[in-house]
């Protein structure tokens, strides 16, 4: 076992290069793993900046210049920001009436879910219903209980978001506009000859640039047809949940299957099982049916397309690690560690 260890070591670290990136991506796992909460700041604020900066060397390539080229991004930022502020008092609202309206859903599903008992008893029995009730109420009292506990920590959330309010748009100005000075000083640190980091670099650069802008712009599509959809049926809660179908994107398979639940419990308890209910399917399962069959094809390029398998790996992986927020970047991790595997060299072509 020993000897087969050591064979496996040595094809994969055959040079100074190979040796010295492990031991980066070693380093920045440990460091994610025990202070990712804390620096999450500055991961949001990296891609945000990531995001800019592809955006300012696309409209460089157009023969803008980079000064205009940096005006440009900022404004699309700073006005995108500044419209995200001016969202959250409308989505506090709309959380807060949902979650002080919960119980009140609940009882309306479980009524609706006895009325099926009784007029299809061969399809849905009392003790299944019972027992489905019973394990909804548990998750919904979870729920209010983790919403009570965050509440008792309203000062410390407080001093949180005013510190992203303003780290963020900070930190994100200062990696765009120097770039140039701020690359130099990671080169500092890494071997003279480094053409492998940079074949790595570029390999990771090019499938998470697009996945990531792929995934906004998904995001921002999904999130607007469900916000028109839900507000022509007059769904309440509009704006929060076409927000929650738009995020879902982020985590395939699972995100679509959590946000469900809230749209139909909303559903449900504004028109019971009506034709309107179904019409509210209907339209929603259109947008997930669209979103998954054209839309993701449209804004994604084949390579980087991951096995569901992976995706399913990834998401209870990074999950179990980093909780919330290893469920959000799951995908966007799952494909780094694809561009590593895919642009990590083999001993052969050392040797040539």
Sequence with gaps: ????????????????????????????????????????????SLIVAFLLNGLVGWLVYFKI??????????????????????????????????????????????SSLAGLSHSYPEIFSDVS??????????????????????????????FNAVLYAVLIPLMVFFFVKDKSILLPLINSILPRDHKLLDDIFKEMNDQLYNYVTGKSIEMFI???????????????YAILLSLMVGLSVIIPYFGAILVTIPV?????????????????????FIIQILDGNFLVPLLFSARNNLHPVIIVVAVLFFNGIWGFWG??????????????????????ENLM
Excluded: C
Excluded at 3 to 17: G, M, R, S, T
């Design 1 to 44: 076992m020993g000897k087969l260890i050591n064979q496996i070591i040595a094809k994969i670290f055959f040079n100074e290069e190979t040796v010295i990136f492990g031991f980066l991506l070693g380093i920045i796992f440990l460091v994610l793993f025990f202070f990712g909460d804390t620096l999450l700041p500055i991961i949001i």
């Design 65 to 110: 210049s980079r000064s205009l080229a940096l005006i440009i991004a900022f404004t699309i930022f700073f006005g995108s920001y500044a419209a995200l502020f001016l969202l959250l008092p409308l989505l506090g609202t709309q959380i807060n009436s949902f979650l002080g309206s919960l119980p009140n859903i609940i009882n309306i599903f479980q």
């Design 129 to 158: 219903i019972r027992s489905f009730l019973d394990n909804l109420s548990s998750q919904v009292s979870n729920i209010l209980s983790q919403g009570l506990s965050q509440l008792a920590g309203t000062v410390s959330f407080a």
């Design 222 to 236: 999904v999130s607007l047809v469900s916000y028109l959809a839900f507000s022509l049926l007059n769904l309440p």
């Design 264 to 284: 139909v419990l909303v559903g449900i308890a504004q028109w019971g099982l009506s034709e309107h209910f179904y019409w509210l399917l209907v339209v929603y």
């Design 327 to 348: 469920l959000f970047f799951a995908i966007p991790l799952a494909t780094l560690v694809k561009a590593i595997i895919n642009s990590w060299p083999q001993p052969e």
